[in-house]
């Protein structure tokens, strides 16, 4: 190793030991000024610690005669209970109100918004329940007029029954008009000679009128027996077939 070498390393070890005294100055220096205010700060804080001691010393006395005047050391609820147990739980309550509050002022708003829309809804009701009774009304006049026209149906079903027994015993009296009348066209050669003296012709306008009389005494006695009782109703119904005898027995005679 060259002498050279030799002195330029020498004088970078020697800048190097500068630079380290500069650096332990500074630092000692820096550590003076720390030291003095952490001094500082230390007997600033152990006054202020002082100063609290003394401050909790009158708050804890103070305290105790608050609860004393305010009644917590004999009311069940706090009795026992330590001061800074009892503060928290009256900020509880505070916030608890608070948000009491929010949600009252919330359901206020909301109450706003909704009494107009109760009003409309109330205004439909009252709406719904006059149309509601008109429909009563209207409906109790349907089946009033609905009763009305059951009555008449039926009663119109009785007449068309009625009338249609009467027409079928008109034409089972037509019917056997014509089968007399064609066993009644004889001559009287065809009449024994005994009843031929006795026979007697009958003209065709007076047997039709005989008929038609027989007919209206039946259609009188059927309308009798529709009001009248069950007894009753046999002593048409033998009229009725003492009268067909009696049609009967002239026709017979006629035809004798």
């Not at 009795?79 to 147990?85: A, I, L, R």
């Not at 009491?100 to 909301?110: A, G, I, K, P, V």
Request: proline letters at 2%; one cysteine or more; hydrophobic letters at 30%.
């Amino acid at each position: 190793m060259s002498s050279s070498e030799v002195s330029r390393f020498l004088q970078k070890c020697q800048k190097e030991r500068d630079e380290a005294f500069r650096r332990e100055e500074s630092s000692r220096d820096r550590l003076k000024r720390l030291e003095a205010s952490t001094k500082t700060q230390i007997a600033e804080l152990k006054h202020r610690v002082k100063e609290t001691t003394n401050e909790n010393k009158i708050l804890h006395k103070t305290i105790k005669r608050l609860r004393v005047e305010l009644g917590l050391e004999i009311s069940p609820r706090f009795k026992g209970k330590m001061t800074k147990d009892i503060i928290r739980e009256l900020h509880d309550k505070e916030d608890q109100c608070l948000r009491l509050l929010e949600e009252n002022s919330h359901l206020t708003f909301r109450l706003k918004e909704v009494v107009p829309s109760l009003a409309q809804v109330n205004k439909l009701k009252k709406d719904l329940e006059g149309q509601l009774q008109a429909t009563s009304v209207k409906t109790q006049d349907l089946l009033a007029e609905n009763a009305r026209l059951s009555k008449l149906l039926e009663e119109t079903e009785q007449e068309r029954d009625e009338m249609a027994r009467i027409n079928l015993e008109l034409r089972k009296s037509i019917e056997s008009t014509k089968h007399f009348s064609s066993r009644s066209v004889q001559t009287t050669t065809s009449i024994p000679i005994n009843f031929q003296n006795t026979y007697r012709s009958i003209p065709r306008e007076q047997r039709s009128s005989q008929y038609s009389q027989a007919l209206l005494e039946k259609r009188k006695i059927a309308m009798g027996t529709r009001s009248s009782t069950a007894g009753s109703l046999e002593s048409p119904q033998s009229d009725s077939s003492s009268q067909k005898s009696a049609d009967n027995l002239k026709y017979r005679t006629v035809l004798s």
